[in-house]
């Protein structure tokens, strides 16, 4: 049973930093890649950054030069570095997990299991 809780998110102003946290437990070392995602209400969730078990990462063009994804695997953990954050990155955000070897990817589609989400939100 994989479980993934995330961590981290809170309210911050325009051009400040946060970093989120994704606690995995339940075979996730044998995950192929780790994503996180975000959604706000009324939108469809969006990929924003991934990981996949070689170290190879990808970002939504939203967020590069932003955002850096990282993985501590002894710890089971994955995080998200936002700096220079954006009232439009403000969204629900989720880690995911994608055990479909293959093809590595920001599809929503791809990735089976969620964490619940942490909310970040950006003021101006």
């Known amino acids: 049973q994989v479980q993934l809780v995330e961590s981290g998110g809170g309210s911050v102003q325009a051009g400040g930093s946060l970093r989120l946290s994704c606690a995995a437990s339940g075979a996730t070392n044998s995950a192929y890649s780790m994503g996180w995602f975000r959604q706000v209400p009324g939108k469809e969730r969006e990929g924003v950054a991934a990981?996949?078990?070689?170290?190879?990462?990808m970002y939504a063009d939203s967020v590069k030069g932003r955002f850096t994804i990282s993985q501590d695997n002894a710890k089971n953990s994955l995080y998200l570095q936002m700096n220079s954050l954006k009232p439009e990155d403000t969204a629900m955000y989720y880690c995911?997990?994608?055990?479909?070897?293959?093809?590595?990817?920001?599809?929503?589609?791809?990735?089976?299991?969620w964490g619940q989400g942490t909310q970040v939100t950006v003021s101006s």
């Open positions: 995911a997990a994608d055990f479909s070897y293959g093809l590595f990817s920001l599809s929503v589609l791809r990735y089976k299991h």
């Open positions: 990981i996949n078990r070689y170290g190879r990462t």
